[in-house]
């Protein structure tokens, strides 16, 4: 018996060292390509199917595989980790650079203020009238040593002339990039790290507005020149930029002369262009250099176009510095140095134009996001579901952007022209007779000969103390609060062949039945593009012609905390099953911050209806809560709808938009004034309650039912009448709502205390959108399916921890929750409760 065990032993010690062979290894990784864990009858099969693996039992292959899969995942790891090593190395370096350009900058100005110190000084202690001689001749000693430079005469046909002024551009640019040219102050939030989007900074006390970017991108500097230059593609409010000649200089760079048009961010300003020269050279340690100017009288160099309906801006040197990295990437910095015209716009609209961080967000950032993504989505680290590619993707996104600018600028250029009014000028009405531009290719006219082209309503209004963040996230989750299906369908419509005549808008709100399918998402998610699923069984009361419809919807700066960031919401009608060429015309909104915010942050909160549209006035956070950096925000909304229609409806439809555009004002400005902050110092007390002898009746149910039930008090308090009991729900620590108990129908949730609307993210007006298997996982559901009857029979049920989904789509975890039903007077089925205890945001 010991000499049998002593066999199997040694027979087993043996079996831990087998040496294959190369056929054999090489059978192995073929089905390890095709299967990385197979299955214990694949690995018979694969015996059986292979004579040169007869010799090895089952048990060795199977280590084998598990021995291959952990040399895969080291490898991995030794790849991650030397990537993160190779980002942190450039990363250190690039903040040694910036710390010496800091101490550099901190130099100059302790020698300024030696200098000025001095001057004072002098100042005071001279007594005569020669003092004011004193001072005069040491202003024009400083004068002679520092003379301004005067520009010499340039030859406009003369390449010997723009070959100076791209010199004194690169000198200037580089001084800016690397110098202390500007007085550069670092944006809120941009912490540097390897992965962060870099170091980002703004001016301060400088003539224009001025930002500044340095980052890492594992792109190689002459792809990342490639994608810098093409700058319709990142710059999302460049509408066209011509190159209009090319001249090569002797160094192996280039000169351009470009003419770029953008567009205006509102309805209430002018939209801006550019004459500038570009300059591409090489730097003596290698490194690319982009460098770009305006060519104005003062500086020299040919004349540009005439600005036409546009607004002259100035570009004053700014570029991009690509430098190489050891073992591959780049060090890009980046600097955008523009002068808007800022006077040319009406003076509430002045900070827009005169604001650093929204020049920050909208082009030095944008431009490093934009890089970024491409490295990402070039080395596989992005993957996007729905078999499509990711350039196909950021397409959509760029024509949803462009057709939304289009329709609030309203160019005569492209064919848009302007439409009477009613006698208001609260909305304006435009029409485009040629709409192939913006429907796309596949527009065939004789599918519709009476087709009339294209028609947008549109407007812009002030809002005040409104973080734009938030209004876009409501606008986007709680789309019954402003929409009308009945429009919303006419829009379907103009995608077949035979668009609706008129609207056929119903009475009544927007159905309940919105589904949100994510597409894709940028890097730091501060853009994601996806599908809206209208339900079609919420627009027709008859199955038969139910119908879904969808919308692609571009979202983007939902981001509190983002300084200076644009918020908008662009969504556009297409098919169940669009091609990548489809035809978009996008409607939507933009807030635009009109104010810098202050540094700190912005506080969480919730979207939180209930004390202003429920309640009335008086609702509002207490003071230990109260956002004081959102009071005296003030923000530009401008708003866009676009519309098909046919020749001889042109005036109906045109009645239809502006009304639709006037209610969509009405809902966003009742929005508006609800999540508004009180301003701070005004008697904030605890959230008004919602006070209808409903809810306090309700409480009631709720309390009663509970104690019958589980014989236990829900909670104590000292009054039994009804007010007391609803506020000590309404301030209760966990999550209690209720939704409505109907056999024939989902579970929809009719009440929620406060801490029930902080866990589902939304208000008492949209809590009623929502359905209870909305916001439970698919255990959740089997467990309240399993524990419904005992409910229904004993009353009520513990359910164990679980996990549900939040109506903006976070997961929220829970440790248990109690289910009950409430019994009202006459003790019949009201509705059910839940409980949820302990819940917290996963």
Wanted: proline share 6%; net charge negative.
């Amino acid at each position: 018996m010991a000499l049998s065990m002593h066999s199997k032993d040694k027979q087993m010690d043996s079996s831990k060292y087998v040496r294959y062979t190369p056929e054999q290894v090489e059978a192995l990784e073929r089905v390890y390509t095709e299967c990385p864990k197979p299955s214990s009858l694949r690995r018979q099969q694969l015996i059986r199917e292979c004579p040169i693996l007869c010799n090895i039992e089952p048990k060795q292959i199977k280590v084998w595989f598990q021995n291959r899969r952990c040399r895969e995942k080291q490898r991995k790891e030794a790849s991650r980790l030397q990537t993160v090593n190779r980002k942190l190395s450039a990363m250190n370096k690039l903040l040694m650079e910036e710390n010496d350009r800091l101490q550099k900058q901190v130099s100059h100005l302790v020698y300024e203020n030696g200098y000025m110190r001095q001057q004072v000084h002098t100042a005071s202690a001279t007594t005569t009238d020669n003092s004011c001689e004193s001072v005069v001749m040491s202003g024009q000693h400083q004068q002679q040593q520092n003379p301004t430079p005067l520009q010499p005469q340039r030859d406009a046909n003369n390449p010997a002339g723009l070959l100076s002024i791209a010199e004194e551009t690169l000198a200037e640019f580089l001084s800016k990039a690397t110098g202390t040219a500007v007085d550069w102050v670092q944006m809120i939030g941009m912490k540097p790290g390897p992965d962060s989007i870099g170091i980002v900074a703004v001016s301060r006390n400088c003539s224009g507005v001025a930002a500044r970017a340095c980052g890492l991108v594992s792109l190689e500097p002459i792809k990342v020149a490639e994608i810098l230059k093409d700058r319709p593609s990142w710059f999302r409010d460049c509408r066209c930029l011509d190159i209009m000649s090319v001249i090569p200089t002797g160094s192996g760079g280039t000169i351009e002369l470009i003419y770029m048009q953008t567009y205006a961010p509102t309805t209430l300003a002018a939209a801006r262009d550019f004459w500038t020269l570009r300059y591409t050279t090489t730097l003596e340690d290698g490194s690319l250099v982009i460098c770009e100017r305006s060519l104005t009288a003062s500086t020299g160099g040919p004349t540009g176009p005439p600005p036409s309906s546009f607004v002259r801006a100035d570009m004053l040197p700014s570029g991009y510095l690509i430098r190489p990295c050891e073992g591959g990437g780049s060090i890009i910095h980046i600097v955008d140095h523009v002068d808007l015209d800022v006077w040319s716009v009406p003076e509430v609209l002045r900070p827009l134009y005169e604001s650093s961080k929204i020049l920050a967000q909208k082009m030095t950032v944008a431009a490093l996001r934009h890089i970024r993504q491409i490295a990402q989505e070039t080395t596989g680290e992005i993957q996007y579901g729905g078999g499509r590619q990711p350039a196909v993707l950021r397409t959509f996104s760029q024509r949803l952007s462009r057709g939304f600018n289009e329709a609030v600028n309203g160019f005569t250029d492209s064919g848009w022209s302007l439409l009477d009014g009613d006698g208001g000028d609260d909305v304006t009405i435009v029409i485009n007779s040629s709409p192939a531009k913006f429907l796309g290719s596949q527009y065939n006219a004789s599918m519709s000969p009476t087709f009339g082209g294209v028609l947008c309503a549109k407007a812009s209004m002030l809002l005040q103390n409104v973080p734009p963040a938030l209004l876009v996230r409501f606008l986007r989750e709680h789309r019954s609060e402003w929409a009308d299906y009945g429009v919303d369908v006419y829009s379907a419509a103009c995608l077949k062949a035979s668009p609706y005549a008129v609207p056929c808008a119903r009475p009544g709100g927007f159905p309940s039945s919105q589904v949100n399918l994510p597409l894709a998402h940028t890097v730091e998610h501060e853009e994601f593009l996806e599908v809206v699923r209208l339900e079609g069984h919420a627009f027709s009361p008859d199955v038969a012609l139910a119908r879904d419809m969808y919308l692609l919807q571009l979202c983007s700066g939902v981001d509190e905390n983002a300084v200076g960031a644009c918020a908008q919401l662009i969504f556009a009608p297409i098919d169940e099953s669009f091609a990548d060429d489809a035809p978009l015309l996008p409607s939507g909104f933009r807030v635009i911050p009109l104010d810098p915010k202050t540094d700190a942050p912005a506080a969480t909160r919730t979207l939180d209806l209930a004390s202003t549209l429920e309640v009335g006035g008086g609702g509002a956070r207490p003071p230990s809560e109260a956002d004081t950096n959102s009071y005296n925000l003030r923000s530009v909304l401008t708003i866009a709808f676009q519309f098909t229609f046919e020749s001889h409806f042109q005036d109906n439809v045109a009645a239809m938009a502006r009304q639709y555009v006037r209610g969509v004002v009405g809902s966003v400005q009742r929005v508006a004034m609800a999540i508004a902050p009180s301003p701070p110092g005004s008697n904030m007390g605890p959230k008004s309650l919602p006070g209808s002898p409903e809810a306090l009746t309700l409480a009631q149910w709720i309390c009663r039912s509970y104690r019958i039930h589980t014989g236990g008090e829900l909670f104590r308090v000292d009054s039994q009448a009804g007010d007391a009991l609803l506020k000590r729900l309404w301030h209760h620590s966990d999550a209690i709502m209720c939704c409505s108990l109907k056999t024939n129908e989902s579970p929809v949730f009719t009440f929620a205390n406060q801490a029930g609307l902080d866990m589902l993210e939304t208000t008492l007006v949209a809590l009623q959108d929502i359905m209870l298997d909305k916001i439970l996982d698919e255990a959740g559901r089997k467990i309240l399916c399993s524990e419904f009857s005992k409910i229904m029979q004993q009353g009520f049920a513990h359910l164990p921890a679980g996990i549900c989904v939040s109506s903006m789509g976070r997961l929220v975890s829970y440790e248990q929750a109690i289910a009950w039903k409430v019994l009202d007077d006459d003790d019949s089925n009201h509705c059910l409760t839940f409980m949820f205890i302990n819940w917290s945001f996963v």
